[in-house]
């Protein structure tokens, strides 16, 4: 069994900036648009090294929208980045219309997103931009597990794709854990651990804690299958309805609403494809609030221990369902 070990803890955030600046080194086509929140996004190292291609438009982020889509339509590569709650929910009308409409070569990155944003509190925590993004028309939608695969997403964002892009990052140092070995493709789930007990799909920081949780039932002899679905558009459906046929259950995991994201994704594969038992781990219907960031995942609820317990509910579930069949 691979054992995926921690690297050091670091922000996704700063692999965003990384991919970026790397992309934008071989391509001048390729510009950035900020919000007045260049650095806490790691935008930063781009505006330094081509300030003539980078343009700051202050607190306005659907202008920021408007303007991406003109650099668009002139053969130009954009790239707006700030807080997911802003480039995502607030610019939602401008992102539609102009961007995805047009089926425009915009790259928007989504930063802070999740409760792992913590002490900003509820007004600040992303926890719908999933939902929102995967429903427009053209739109591929990205949620990489930590800082290298965050790198890894965005140059393939700017280089291989040719339309609509949002990718989902964070703020809080986090478990990086992924190399190159592992193999990467935009629309395809990496399986990172093999198992025929139960299957736990998880996108974003969750996918850590997926792991970890799975290491844990290895010691009580649960051997479960650890997916990690980094885009959540197109969603890599032949990986999730394998596991479903090899494991008879699933369990996703994200840091968002469990409304509208991965979960809600995977179901509708599952609905569709091969029907079986299915929990959600996230947040149930809720806000967030300010707080640590590692307490509140604990307090929502998205942590190894709350996987584990999940994966035992659904085990002894199924165990009853045999029971009545007989």
Not at 100 to 126: E, M, R, W
Not at 211 to 230: G, P, S
Request: aromatic share 8%.
């Amino acid at each position: 069994m691979k054992v995926f070990t921690n690297k050091g803890n670091k922000s996704t955030s700063i692999g965003f900036g990384e991919g970026l600046l790397e992309a934008a080194e071989k391509n001048p086509n390729i510009v950035a648009i900020g919000a007045d929140i260049t650095h806490s996004v790691k935008v930063n190292a781009f505006a330094e090294k081509f300030p003539n291609r980078f343009f700051s438009m202050g607190i306005a982020e659907q202008n920021c929208v408007g303007v991406a889509a003109g650099f668009a339509l002139t053969g130009k590569i954009p790239v707006f980045s700030t807080y997911a709650v802003f480039s995502a929910l607030r610019t939602t009308d401008q992102i539609r219309v102009s961007v995805c409409f047009n089926k425009l070569h915009v790259v928007i990155g989504g930063a802070h997103a999740g409760i792992s944003v913590g002490p900003d509190g509820a007004t600040h925590q992303a926890l719908e931009d999933i939902a929102i993004m995967r429903v427009l028309p053209n739109m591929t939608v990205l949620s990489p597990c930590d800082a290298f695969q965050t790198k890894q997403i965005t140059i393939a964002a700017l280089t291989q794709l040719n339309s609509p892009v949002y990718i989902r990052y964070g703020r809080e140092a986090m478990p990086d854990f992924i190399n190159a070995s592992i193999p990467f493709e935009i629309g395809k789930g990496q399986l990172l651990k093999k198992g025929n007990d139960v299957s736990i799909i998880a996108t974003g920081h969750l996918t850590w804690e997926a792991l970890q949780a799975a290491y844990e039932l290895e010691k009580e002899n649960i051997h479960a299958r650890v997916i990690n679905i980094h885009t959540i558009k197109p969603i890599d459906q032949e990986i999730i309805i394998q596991a479903a046929k090899d494991t008879g259950a699933i369990i996703t995991a994200e840091e968002h609403q469990i409304y509208g994201g991965l979960g809600s994704a995977v179901a509708e594969v599952l609905a569709q494809n091969c029907p079986i038992t299915i929990e959600f781990i996230g947040v149930k219907d809720s806000f967030g609030e300010s707080g640590k960031p590692l307490e509140l995942m604990d307090k929502y609820g998205m942590t190894a221990k709350h996987i584990i317990d999940a994966v035992k509910r659904i085990r002894a579930s199924r165990e009853t369902e045999f029971e009545l069949l007989g």
